[in-house]
């Protein structure tokens, strides 16, 4: 089992910047790829970024390529989501999730272990 505990959301205007971090407890976190997701009321749950346990791969949607920047610190057993340029259309619930293999993933089904979620909410 592992445990996944996102924190770092809040509230910020367009332009701004937040830092995402998921801390992660239990099984050896450094054999686990990790990823972002984000969900929004109404809409289905969609990949953000993804980092392979060496951290040296890392995989970004189209709309945050450029503006978010995921990295991992193993020896902290953390991982985190560097948030800039942020617009309303960010705003959601993101979720921090573990899987493991080797490969980078943006399905959900392919993920084992989830966060409870932060919310982020980028006013106009």
């Known amino acids: 089992q592992v445990q996944l505990v996102e924190s770092g959301g809040g509230l910020v205007q367009a332009g701004g910047s937040l830092r995402l971090s998921c801390a992660a407890s239990?099984?050896?976190?450094?054999?686990?790829?990790m990823g972002w997701f984000r969900q929004a009321p109404g809409k289905d749950r969609e990949f953000v970024a993804a980092?392979?346990?060496?951290?040296?791969?890392?995989y970004y949607a189209d709309s945050v390529k450029g503006r978010f920047t995921i990295s991992r610190d193993n020896p902290k057993n953390t991982v985190y989501l560097q948030m800039n340029s942020l617009k309303p259309e960010d705003t959601a619930v993101y979720y921090c999730?573990?899987?493991?293999?080797?490969?980078?993933?943006?399905?959900?089904?392919?993920?084992?272990?989830w966060g409870q979620g932060a919310q982020v909410t980028v006013s106009s």
């Open positions: 980092i392979s346990w060496t951290g040296s791969n890392t």
């Open positions: 239990g099984r050896t976190f450094i054999r686990y790829a």
């Open positions: 999730a573990a899987e493991r293999t080797a490969a980078l993933h943006t399905n959900p089904a392919a993920y084992d272990y």
